[in-house]
C-alpha cells in the first residue's frame, strides 16, 4: 500500500507544508477526512507524483484502524440505494473484503482499498479547493476554516441520506 497526495494538492498546502508541527501525511489526512466526510473520490493522473510513503507513519498508527473504518463507511454510503441496502450482509461482506485484507500489508488494505483510499484523499482535496475561499496561508486560519468545511460535508451527507430513506 502506498500513499499519494496529489500535485496540485502540494502546491495549495505548499504555504503551510514546512509548519514544523505538520507531516507531509497530515496534508493527506485532510484531504482524506474531506473526502470521506463528502463521500468524494477522484483519480491521479499520470503528472501527479508516486507515493510518499508505504505504510502509516507512526503517530498515526494508533488511529490505523479508525482510518480503515472510515474508508469502509465511506464506500458502504457510496453503494448504499444502487441496489444495495443496510441489511444486505453479502453485498456489505464483499465491499470490505475487496477493501481490506488480513495478510501481506502492515495496512491490511489490499490493493483496490489502497487504490480507493488515493482517491478518497483527492477527492477531498477537490472539495477543499472548490470549498474554501483561498489555499491556506496560515495553519490556524485553515484549521478553523477546515473544520467547518468538514461539519458542513457531514451535514450535507445525513440530509442527503435522510431524503434517500424517506423515499
Known amino acids: 500500500m502506498s500513499f499519494r497526495l496529489r500535485t496540485d494538492a502540494e502546491k495549495w498546502f505548499s504555504e503551510i507544508a514546512d509548519h514544523p508541527d505538520l507531516f507531509k501525511f497530515d496534508l493527506y489526512y485532510f484531504c482524506l477526512m474531506a473526502g470521506f466526510a463528502g463521500i468524494r473520490r477522484s483519480s491521479f493522473t499520470a503528472t501527479d507524483k508516486p507515493a510518499f510513503i508505504d505504510e502509516f507513519p507512526s503517530v498515526y498508527k494508533p488511529q490505523q484502524n479508525l482510518l480503515l473504518a472510515g474508508l469502509i463507511d465511506a464506500e458502504l454510503r ?90
Open 78 to 167: 457510496s453503494i448504499l440505494g444502487r441496489g444495495v441496502t443496510a441489511q444486505d450482509k453479502p453485498a456489505v461482506h464483499r465491499q470490505v473484503s475487496q477493501l481490506l485484507t488480513a495478510t501481506g500489508s502492515s495496512t491490511h488494505l489490499s490493493n483496490i482499498g489502497a487504490a480507493r483510499m488515493n482517491e478518497y484523499a483527492s477527492g477531498g482535496f477537490d472539495l477543499l479547493a472548490e470549498r474554501m475561499a483561498d489555499k491556506p496561508r496560515k495553519l490556524e486560519t485553515f484549521l478553523r476554516a477546515y473544520a467547518k468545511l468538514i461539519a458542513e460535508l457531514e451535514d450535507e451527507s445525513r440530509q442527503a441520506e435522510a431524503a434517500f430513506d424517506a423515499a
